[in-house]
Each structure stands twice: as C-alpha cells, then as structure tokens.
T-cell receptor, first 115, second 111 residues
Framework: GAVVSQHPSWVICKSGTSVKIECRSL??????MFWYRQFPKQSLMLMAT?????????EQGVEKDKFLINHASLTLSTLTVTSAHPEDSSFYIC???????????FGPGTRLLVL | KQEVTQIPAALSVPEGENLVLNCSFT??????LQWFRQDPGKGLTSLLL?????REQTSGRLNASLDKSSGRSTLYIAASQPGDSATYLC??????????FGKGTKLSVKP
C-alpha cells in the first residue's frame, strides 16, 4: 500500500527556535496533504490542509504565521513551527491523499518537545 | 502487531434508523480509542475520544463505547440523517502517541 514518511520522528528544541517537519508520500502523488496535532490525552485535531502549489487552509484557532506549511511538490509538504514554545510540544501527524481523493494515508508522526 | 478491524466495510440505511459501527483491536494495552469522520477529499474530523479508563463517551446523537477486555469499541448513531453519510474511522491509540487506524466503515444514509 501507499507509504507516507515523516522526518524527524523525534525532535527536542529550545524555546524560541524554529523546527521543520517533513512529510513525504513515497510511492504516490499526493494532491492534498493534511497536518494534525495531538496533545496528550486529547484527540487528533486537524491543523491545516495543503494542496500542491497553493496556500494552505488553516483550521480555526491555528496561527498561520506560527505554523508555516509549504506544499512545494506532489510528494513533499513541510510544517515549520516558528519560535517554538513549550506549549507547542505535541505529536504532529501528516497524512496524504492521492488523486482518487478517497483513501487517506498517515505518516508515523513526529514528537516535538520544546524546552 | 496491533490490528484494527472495522465491520461492516460499508453500510446503507434509510434516514431515521439507529445504527452501530464496530471496531475491534488485538492488543489490550490501549491508551485511548478515537472515532473520526472522513468526508471525501477532506481531513479527518474527530468525533469522540475514549480514554482507556473510560467505558463510553457521548456527543449529541453519537455514543461510543470501549470494552478493553474483549478488544472492542462501538459507535452508535441515533436517528441517522443524510448528513451523516461519510466514512467513519476508529483508531487505536498507543501509549507512545501512535495511532493505528482501521480501514473505516463507509456509511450512506438515504433520504
């Protein structure tokens, strides 16, 4: 089946720094990619939707200037957490759907810890 | 290896019916169980989250239960409406934050 990878799987950074997370579809072209965030003991929540070549659509309450999303190609989307704070510590998951717009494939997630 | 199975794969019901979607998992070391809704081409919408210490959660017409001993969760939808038509996914949450999804149940509610 289709595979989505994320890099890094773990990242620890200092408060105030920026962190970039990559999401790649390895064997299919992802017309749409999604970024999710999950805080401990809370449900997975959609942050934004990105379509290749266009600006991402952010969910209500998600700061677009803080969470920069770039979907530069049909196989790569990046999420940059700018000026990270401890409250940004979370589990970030991306997913991708192909041209059939049906099946959504999830990456393994990236755990971010901001000190 | 943890497996999450959802039955049925597809379901078509007339409007107004009460229905049950089933989810089973093989590993009893569950941290939480989540139910999501997926509309075509859209991101997932979280419906209900059940912690391992809980037995059920309710939100409006939705009720989800969790039975760790039998490795099962059910999503009950009361008085179904055409707007409920979507794919419903359950996800096993492990202690490391990992999520393992079932393949979903595609629900169609006919007016």
């Amino acid at each position: 089946g289709a595979v989505v990878s994320q890099h890094p799987s773990w990242v620890i950074c200092k408060s105030g720094t920026s962190v970039k997370i990559e999401c790649r579809s390895l064997d299919f072209q992802a017309t749409t990619m999604f970024w999710y965030r999950q805080f401990p003991k809370q449900s997975l929540m959609l942050m934004a939707t990105s379509n290749e070549g266009s600006k991402a659509t952010y969910e209500q309450g998600v700061e677009k200037d803080k969470f920069l999303i770039n979907h530069a190609s049909l196989t790569l989307s990046t999420l940059t957490v700018t000026s990270a704070h401890p409250e940004d510590s979370s589990f970030y998951i991306c997913s991708a759907i192909g041209r059939d717009q049906e099946t959504q494939y999830f990456g393994p997630g990236t755990r971010l810890l901001v000190l | 290896k943890q497996e999450v199975t959802q039955i049925p794969a597809a379901l078509s019901v007339p409007e107004g019916e009460n229905l049950v979607l089933n989810c089973s998992f093989t590993d009893s070391a569950i941290y939480n169980l989540q139910w999501f809704r997926q509309d075509p081409g859209k991101g997932l919408t979280s419906l209900l989250l059940i912690q391992s210490s809980q037995r059920e959660q309710t939100s409006g017409r939705l009720n989800a239960s969790l039975d760790k001993s039998s490795g099962r969760s059910t999503l009950y939808i009361a008085a179904s409406q055409p707007g409920d038509s979507a794919t419903y996914l359950c996800a096993f949450g492990g202690s490391q934050g990992n999520l393992i999804f079932g393949k979903g149940t595609k629900l169609s509610v006919k007016p």
